[in-house]
Structures are given as structure tokens and as C-alpha cells.
């Protein structure tokens, strides 16, 4: 059994894909760049006024507040005007400003009188224009490789021009669910059954993640079975493979046992971690593909694939955008546990506070809709008293 931090040291070795493909600007988000993006552009591209108002030069202001409108300049249209001393002109937001202007003054503050203005407050020199260049010069970097490409992005990729972008090619993350006990979703449930929830997590996981799902079906507890599940992942050329329950001690605990048998280098066995310690990291001789023993319970299943298998989906992809933000709380009660195994408890947070929910364990899954985060109890901390600072994530 290793610890958490000995475990994911693991991938510390992986190297990322090299494969990516271009992509257009409407499918870009959630996608990871693949190579420095850099500007053709000045942004802006040139001065510009940032408010409705009038254009002057500061220094005339000074002089006097009353100044003489030149003209109007409209966002979108050239400009030839050069003011002269005491001048001003008319500017709408956006509008190109003309020399020798280096103050904009809002609407608001001006006071309009036949063909003069007053400027009824003296502002800061350079008030209201944006510069050329001041957001983004052109030869900068605008977005970097391994960046994970969010909604809040898509305004700087389509004013760069850019109509396609290479990213990362999306890996193909198989999920094999093991058990007699399991049916699908819309089967009845009697004798002992239970349906198959976690591999419609796990596709949400990996979907949440813009990766792509494979589904290879539910595998009896049985070596050939779930064998042939295996050559069949490898046919479809899986980056990494999750197969469910199976994975800790019992008769029928296979996963183990059959990746030996296939010549798989078990990497890690077990993991001091609560819950989700019977997950297997493994990687196929001969292939590339990585896989993972997960536990059969929902919770552990859904903890083990953001804390452990995360990490090596990001060194893969080149990113260290992927994995849950961790965030600083005051706990509310008081939480007992055993030294040894870092803990994962569904709680919910709310103004930085963190409070525990009811939770009956690993196949609780009802505490897992209902929670909004995990706190963390530290492996080698017992209490967590009221109002100490306790580490958590946002699921």
C-alpha cells in the first residue's frame, strides 16, 4: 500500500502525446492547446476611446474648460481630423482617437453649448483611452501550451483571427464495470442486483473533462470475460482503461489476479487514502494503455478517478488545468478519524464554511448528490476541530 503522495509520483515519468488536430473556434472550449499562441496583433489595435464623450488634449483642459467641437468621430470609420489648440471633437466608444488627443471626457461631464463644450471636471491625463498595444503586443504569447481553453477565451481567439487552433487530440478512456450483481440502468433490481451507476459517472467524468467515453459493457465476474473486455479496449485503442469493482480482496476480486496473468506491471496495489484504497494503477506490457483497478462503491469510484487518475489524463494531455482547485475553509463541528489514510468527506460549503452532511460510507451515493464538496482530513491529523482551517474541493 502506498501513500497518495508515493502514488501519484508515479506519472511523474509520463510523457504527453504528441498527436493533436485543428480545431474550429465552436468546438474549442474545454480543449487543451497544444502550442503557444502568439499575437499578429497590437491590442487594441489602436487608440481608442473606452466611453461616449469628447476627445481633447489634456493640456488645453488645463488652460481652459471651454473648448471647440472640431467634429464626431464614430467607432468603425477612419478619421482625418488633427485638432488644433483649444479643439476638441465628439468621440463614441471605439472611436479612433485623433491627434494630438490624449483625454477622453464621459458624456456625463461635459456640458454642450452650440459648437463649444465645457469640460465641467478636470480629469486625469490619458483618462478613457485605451492604448495601442496596453492589453497584448504583437510577438506576446496570448495563450500557452497546455492551457485549457474556456469559455473566457473564446473573445481573444476570434479577435487573433484565428478560425482554427491545434489542441491536444482527446484521449480515449475506456470504462468497464465487473460484477454479477450489476444490471443496466433500466433493468429491475431483485435478488440481490444493483444497477450500474458508476460507469454513467465515470462517462460523466470523462465527458466533463471534453475526453472521449468508452463504453465496453458489463463483464461478469469471470477471467475470460473481462479479458476479452481488455483486448477489445485495445482494439479500440483506449489511452486508459477503468475497470470497475474487482479490485480489492474477496474470491471473486479478479482485476489483480488478470492483469498479472496478462503480463501487466502492477504499479500500486492500494492507496492510503478513504475512501478509495483498493485502486489499482497498472500499465500493459507491450502497450501503451494504462489501467486502473477502481473500487466498485460510487463514492470511492468517483473520488479515485478525480485524485488518481486525473493527474495522469493531465501529464498526457501537457495541462495542470484539470485537476479540482483546492480551497481554504473554517470547519463547522468536530470530525474523528484513525491516522494513516488521508480522508475525502462529502460535506457542503457555503461562505467558506464547511459542514458535514449525513454520509454512510463509500456506497453512499445519495451524500454524493447532495454535497457540493470534499474536505480533506490529512493522513496524519485524528481531529478536526470547530473553526480550524480544513482543505476542500468543489465537485
Not at 487514502?273 to 500493459?284: D, E, H, N
Request: proline share 4%.
Amino acid at each position: 500500500m502506498k501513500n497518495l503522495e508515493e502514488a501519484l509520483k508515479i506519472f511523474d515519468c509520463v510523457h504527453e502525446i504528441e498527436e493533436d488536430e485543428s480545431v474550429s473556434i465552436e468546438n474549442l472550449v474545454g480543449r487543451i492547446l497544444s502550442y503557444d499562441v502568439i499575437s499578429n496583433y497590437d491590442f487594441p489595435p489602436y487608440d481608442r476611446s473606452a466611453m461616449d464623450g469628447f476627445a481633447f488634449k489634456y493640456d488645453d483642459v488645463i488652460k481652459s474648460p471651454i473648448l471647440k467641437v472640431k467634429g464626431e468621430v464614430l467607432a468603425g470609420h477612419p478619421t482625418s481630423l488633427n485638432l488644433k489648440a483649444g479643439e476638441c471633437v465628439k468621440i463614441m466608444t471605439g472611436g479612433l482617437v485623433p491627434v494630438p488627443c490624449d483625454t477622453v471626457g464621459e458624456i456625463e461631464i461635459c456640458e454642450v453649448k452650440d459648437d463649444k463644450v465645457r469640460i465641467k471636471k478636470i480629469l486625469s491625463k490619458f483618462a478613457n483611452i485605451a492604448f495601442k498595444g496596453e492589453d497584448l503586443k504583437k510577438g506576446e504569447i496570448a495563450l500557452k501550451k497546455g492551457d485549457l481553453i474556456t469559455t473566457s477565451k473564446i473573445n481573444l481567439v476570434a479577435s487573433l483571427g484565428m478560425k482554427y487552433l491545434n489542441v491536444k487530440r482527446k484521449l480515449k478512456i475506456g470504462v468497464l464495470p465487473t460484477g454479477d450483481e450489476l444490471v443496466d440502468v433500466e433493468d429491475q433490481i431483485d435478488n440481490g442486483k444493483i444497477r450500474d451507476s458508476s460507469r454513467y459517472a465515470l462517462q460523466a467524468q470523462i465527458n466533463g473533462i471534453n475526453q472521449t467515453f468508452i463504453d465496453l459493457g458489463i463483464s461478469r465476474d469471470d477471467e475470460d470475460e473481462i479479458r476479452l473486455k481488455i483486448e477489445e479496449s485495445l482494439d479500440k485503442h483506449c489511452d486508459i482503461l477503468l475497470i470497475t469493482g474487482g479490485s480489492s480482496v474477496g474470491d471473486k476480486d479478479l482485476t489483480i489476479k488478470l492483469l498479472e496473468n496478462l503480463g501487466a506491471e502492477i504499479m500500486v496495489e492500494k492507496i492510503y487514502m478513504k475512501p478509495g484504497a483498493p485502486t489499482v494503477i497498472s500499465r500493459l506490457n507491450g502497450s501503451k494503455m494504462w489501467i486502473f483497478g477502481m473500487p466498485g462503491n460510487p463514492v470511492s469510484t468517483y473520488l479515485a478517478f478525480e485524485i488518481v487518475v486525473l493527474p495522469l489524463v493531465e501529464k498526457l494531455l501537457g495541462t495542470d488545468k484539470l485537476h479540482p482547485i483546492i480551497l481554504n475553509g473554517k470547519f463547522s463541528g468536530t470530525f474523528r478519524k484513525s491516522k494513516g489514510k488521508v480522508h475525502f468527506v462529502p460535506c457542503n460549503v457555503e461562505n467558506g464554511i464547511i459542514k458535514q452532511i449525513k454520509y454512510n460510507g463509500s456506497g453512499d451515493f445519495t451524500s454524493l448528490s447532495k454535497a457540493n464538496a470534499f474536505f480533506i482530513a490529512p493522513k496524519e491529523m485524528e481531529i478536526i476541530n470547530n473553526n480550524d482551517l480544513v482543505k476542500y474541493f468543489v465537485i
